[in-house]
């Protein structure tokens, strides 16, 4: 897993941060990347990306790298936001299952829609009470790594004739 997430997603993040995003749009661009990736209404975080990364003029295959790379949590915690949105609101007890949703979204779609809407909110307020803070963190974290990176690559992003002087001037 560990040279997957190298090879597949640190990696060409920094060859994007070698090519002159700046490190605070590409920490943006993997917080918010992260963040709506994770969102708890299926079929959504590939319109919210672009929607993202077209508004804050952000790379739009790098939000949609990270947006693929978090999918495995979307599914993970989509039942957890849902269960403990209901439970905090005092909604009705969610009882669904992943497969239960699956198996409505290949009968009647729009049955399935209907059936998850509530239990959706209460899982996106949880996920907006619990996302925000942890995308805030994620661009921190990121934002240092970038840094880090471009600073101790400086002198190799220097001698590289393919970037601008635009953008060697900013890394000196």
């Known amino acids: 897993m560990g040279t ?17 995003i700046t490190p605070e749009k590409l920490a943006l661009t993997v917080a918010l990347g992260a963040l709506l ?10 319109f919210l990306c672009t929607v993202a990364a077209l508004s804050l003029r952000l ?7 990270v947006n693929y790379a978090v999918y495995p949590l979307q599914l993970a915690f989509f039942i957890p936001f849902i269960k403990i949105g209901s439970a905090i ?16 979204a290949n009968e009647n779609f729009f ?12 899982g996106v307020i949880v996920w907006l009470a619990a996302g925000i803070p ?3 963190l994620i661009y921190a974290i990121f934002l240092y790594l970038f840094k ?9 992003i220097l001698k590289d004739p393919s970037i601008s002087s635009e953008v060697k001037s900013k890394t000196t």
């Open 4 to 20: 997957w997430l190298i090879n597949r997603l640190w990696l060409p993040l920094i060859a994007l941060l070698k090519q002159g």
């Open 37 to 46: 990736g994770t969102i708890p209404v299926l079929g959504t975080t590939t």
């Open 59 to 65: 790379n739009l295959p790098a939000i949609h790298l």
């Open 89 to 104: 609101i005092s909604g009705p007890e969610i009882t669904v299952t992943i497969a239960e949703i699956i198996r409505l």
């Open 111 to 122: 049955q399935m829609v209907h059936t998850l809407w509530l239990a959706n909110l209460f």
């Open 134 to 136: 942890v995308a805030f």
């Open 148 to 156: 880090r990176t471009l600073k101790n690559n400086s002198n190799e």
